[in-house]
């Protein structure tokens, strides 16, 4: 690989003479680092620049209050990027870092993992044969203080207010000035233009959608959500507790705690019997919760059993209510001494105790931190060309988080409804405790409530969790997705916008 690193704009020569000589720990302002590579993508060599920059977040009067770290591919040997699509890609936590998607899903590098996505030493990174850069341009963006972005305090030393970065909608406002400002700054005006959010990330693009094209006049191509939340849908109550079985299906069909006759089919076999249990049986019987008769719960509660793998003793005592927590506690704890994870239930855990309501801890999270933060240290240090002694933050300090008026689902609704080329797809793990595939598919079933948006949207589904790209067989399946979407999504956008 040839690394050749420019440096621009003096700031940063400066940041390192402040560093040295006055032992702190500086933070560019606006500045880039440019690195030219390649990679082998679907057998064919793609030359590609790295931008790692950093660039303003502006108050009213024009003077930096935040700046926000990014890194920024693109393809080489395209002389004109009219027509190439860009993806600007965003996590989620809220205080989530763009590490996950950036070196584990879509970037020309990833990290060093097995094929289930376990961590391997020495710890490292590889080229990605599965990335979309063949097919897109991609810019990987860091909210305010995740990754190495940060608040950037005034000339008398003081920080600026968070309530201006740290809530759902002022996340919002601000992301799309500084989308406003970087797809100007790179001549990007006349590209496709494609966001995706993963986890909180969903919300944070949802509420982008629209806000681009209200406060920004830029009208987007397609819009990705991975591992959806909510994102601002409400449907608590028997609802909620119905969509948690086909999940609990998924993880117990994993981990072969099922009877035979579910055991023995396919995953994707299995699931719709019980996504169709769950809305057109269960559902009723919750919601008549008291006046449901005898014989109602009680075959309800052979159900859930049936298909939880869960005993009918625990269904009963929770009123059919199963709380997460204690599903991946429970699961397998007669079977094997083990919990399961929350965000990957392929993951197992092991607690000092079996007894108990709840895991010790997520054994997933612990497993993915094992992995990326000595990969993402690495990278952007020694072969992005970054040396500093701030802390990348894979999980920065953004709360309290205001999480009141959250309607990002409903404003990507209109979003679509306004935009005839804004298409949408959605991706998630079967085995996503978190973010569960069916509230994926509820979500999907909110935004086209009026039937009309059917042929713009698209649900893919993995059999990992809620990182799917981790699993190797998904990592490949879910970039062609995704680049599948962009192509078509792009289609015939030169014959105009129009119903």
Known sequence: MNLKITFFKSLLAFGFFTTLTAQRVSVPVDTTIISNHSVAIKGKTIPYQAELGFQPVWDDMGYPVATLNYTYYSRTDIKDNQTRPLLISFNGGPGSASVWMHIAYTGPRILKITDEGFPVQPYGIKDN???????????????????YSRMVPDSEGNLPKRDQFFGVNSDIAYLADWVNTFVTRHNRWRSPKFIIGESYGTTRVSGLAKALQQRNWMYLNGVVLVSPTEIGFEFEGPVEIANRLPYFAAAAWYHN???????????????????????????????????????????????????????????????????????????????????????DSRYKGLD????????????????????FTPAINYYMREELGFKTDL?????????????????????????????ANLHLMVQSGYYDGACTYFNAKYIMSQININGKFTDR???????????????????????????????????????????
């Open 257 to 343: 705690a099922l009877p035979p006759a579910l055991q023995n089919k396919d995953l994707t076999e299995m699931l719709p019997e019980v996504e169709e249990y769950a809305v057109n049986e269960l559902l009723p019987v919750l919601a008549k919760g008291g006046y449901a008769s005898a014989t109602e719960k009680q075959a309800a509660v052979k159900k859930i059993a049936y298909y939880s793998g869960l005993s009918e003793k625990t269904v009963n005592q929770n009123n059919l209510a199963v709380p997460f927590n204690y599903f991946w506690k429970d699961l397998l704890r007669d079977k094997e001494g083990f919990t399961i994870g929350r965000l």
């Open 352 to 371: 000092i105790a079996d007894a108990g309501s709840s895991p010790d801890y997520n054994s997933e999270l612990t497993s993915w931190l094992h992995s």
């Open 129 to 147: 044969p599965n990335s979309v850069l063949d097919v897109a341009d991609i810019v990987f963006v860091n909210p305010v203080n995740t990754g």
């Open 391 to 419: 802390t990348y933050d894979l999980f920065g300090d953004v709360h309290p988080w205001d999480r009141s008026n959250n309607h990002t689902g409903s404003d990507l609704r209109d979003a679509m409804g306004m935009n």
């Open 457 to 499: 949207m698209d649900f893919k589904g993995y059999r990992s969790g809620h990182m799917m790209y981790l699993r190797a067989e998904d990592l490949k399946t879910a970039n062609q997705d995704l680049r599948d979407f962009i192509e078509k999504a792009s289609i015939s956008i030169d014959q105009g916008a129009k119903y």
